[in-house]
């Protein structure tokens, strides 16, 4: 079948900028002006400027259906956590829902297809695709387990390697390229994220921060700081002292008054892979090897600790009240200037009261050469393909995914950025700005997929233990966690 330009890619909305991964150069910087210059270039491009898929344009598929199946829990439902960027019934207006809306129908009408949804408990998800793996059961043509139990799932050999599905070019720019690197092991990649979603996105970490008590207190421009490079850990602890403030004047810090920094438990997480760093590494073999413990390392792990210990902090998962709602809404209630949040926050937020911007969680120092952003296990899911299917379904499924992932690129993804930024008060274009280095620069460390050993755990546990001692840590856990990698590479290398 001939090849074609993506006649559908006339949908798209926005320019093509490929995100720089935090092991490549930062992206260029993008300014006010050169942001609107760039909305003037998108309202003029043509197919002809856009980066194609290299798919066939059309094909005949007989009206298959390819049916995703998606982790989901009952209480986020009615959340954004929810499913909303595979599948959308009807169009309503909303920005999101109508992206999917019109994506789905340009493949389905392409190709003749039906994209179709099922969810189902993230805890039942496991036993589901074992079922059908080992029944030779291929009603299941793309899987998203939730990422905290994925990990029990891919030693097991339920899903393809991704890099040999036909048609999907990882190179694109629709395939994150981070997490092709980081959770390919011995030649084996099991799940990607893609432009497909937004899920993945609203896992990605980032900081909100309170923009009257910025101005209060005479900070310097946050965005600029980005800009230049001196957005670091010890800023984030300057400013966070500062804008600390007593209410009541009795000595203790509570609720009632205003803290530094608004985090939780997941800051210990956060704030270290903000500076570039992972437990977990590969090794040139392709072998993941536990890296975690250099000079810079453990330097990184007792900064956090001391920051997360200080009385200006205040850490939600030890306060009375642990719902995240609750902790939301002491930021919008001004009870804190910054905010560690997932960017899911960020459509929560965006009616309220609060006047916030959004910044990347903090480099380790100016040496360091660019932003990194962790993302959640807790709250996201990758795209899995399984081993059920193969030959002429296999091509379909490939084709119609990389078809999804090209047009959400140009289309889904800018309007998930468009619509997480129009607030109640104004639209940020400096959080715009921000949002492309989050998203563009974002770390997906095995060890928080995997947990080799319970160390993910032991690793969360310095913060809110204020524990320092890393190094004898590191070495009392080291057999476990070795011994854990080793039994994921020989179940990878049965495969």
């Not at 002006?33 to 005949?60: F, G, K, Q, S, Y």
């Not at 390392?297 to 009240?321: G, Y």
């Not at 719902?323 to 910054?338: K, P, V």
């Not at 639209?427 to 280095?437: G, K, N, T, V």
Request: proline letters at 3%; a negative charge.
């Amino acid at each position: 079948m001939k090849k074609r330009r993506f006649l559908a890619i006339l949908l798209a909305m926005l320019l093509a900028v490929p995100f720089a991964g935090c092991s490549q150069a930062p992206a260029e910087e993008v300014t006010a002006d050169t942001a609107a210059a760039v909305e003037t270039e998108a309202e003029t491009e043509t197919e002809e400027t856009r980066l194609m898929p290299d798919i066939p344009d059309t094909a005949d598929y007989g009206g298959d259906e390819i049916l995703f199946l998606h982790w989901m829990l009952e209480e986020w439902e009615p959340t954004v956590r929810a499913s909303r960027d595979i599948y959308a019934a009807d169009l309503t207006g909303e920005a999101i829902n109508d992206s999917v809306y019109n994506r789905n129908l340009t493949v389905e009408t392409n190709y003749n297809v039906k994209i179709a949804l099922e969810k189902m408990q993230l805890t039942q998800i496991d036993s589901a695709v074992n079922k059908a793996v080992t029944a030779g059961d291929d009603t299941y043509d793309v899987v998203y387990p939730r990422l905290y139990e994925a990990a029990a799932m891919y030693p097991k050999g339920y899903f393809i390697n991704l890099l040999d599905v036909p048609y999907i070019d990882l190179e694109k720019p629709w395939w994150d390229a981070n997490s092709v690197e980081s959770l390919t092991v011995m030649g084996k990649l099991p799940a990607v994220a893609t432009s497909i979603n937004v899920n993945d996105k609203d896992a990605t970490v980032g900081l909100a921060f309170n923009k009257e008590y910025a101005d209060a207190h005479n900070l310097p421009d946050l965005y600029e700081m980005v800009r230049e490079g001196k957005w670091t850990m010890d800023k984030l602890s300057e400013f966070s002292e500062l804008a600390a403030n007593d209410l009541d004047g009795d000595g203790v810090m509570t609720e009632s008054d205003i803290y530094g920094f608004l985090g939780g438990n997941d800051v210990m997480d956060a704030l270290f892979r903000g500076t570039g760093s992972t437990l977990v590494t590969r090794n040139n073999d392709g072998e993941y090897v536990f890296s975690y413990g250099t000079e810079r390392d453990i330097d990184a792990t007792n900064k956090v600790v001391k920051l997360m210990n200080e009385t200006w902090f205040f850490n939600h998962h030890l306060a009375s009240n642990k719902d995240d709602i609750y902790y939301r809404q002491l930021f919008e209630s001004g009870r804190g200037l910054f905010f560690w949040m997932r960017l899911d926050e960020v459509t929560n937020m965006r009616e309220g009261e609060a006047d916030f911007g959004i910044i990347p969680v903090p480099k380790l120092d100016e040496a360091q050469d660019t932003y990194c952003s962790m993302v959640s296990q807790h709250t996201t899911g990758l795209m899995s393909i399984p081993k059920t299917q193969g030959g002429e379904k296999l091509e379909e499924i490939g084709l119609v995914l990389e078809a999804m992932a090209a047009l959400s690129h140009y289309d889904l993804i800018p309007a998930y950025i468009e619509s997480s930024l129009k607030t109640k008060h104004s639209r940020d274009a400096e959080s715009a700005e921000m949002l492309d280095i989050i998203i563009g620069n974002r770390i997906f460390d095995p060890m928080l997929i995997y947990n080799f050993g319970d160390f993910a755990n032991d690793f969360m546990a310095f913060g809110y233990k204020n524990n320092t001692s890393v190094a004898s840590t590191i070495e009392t856990s080291r057999s476990k966690v070795e011994s854990a990698i080793q039994k994921l590479a020989d179940s990878m290398s049965k495969e």
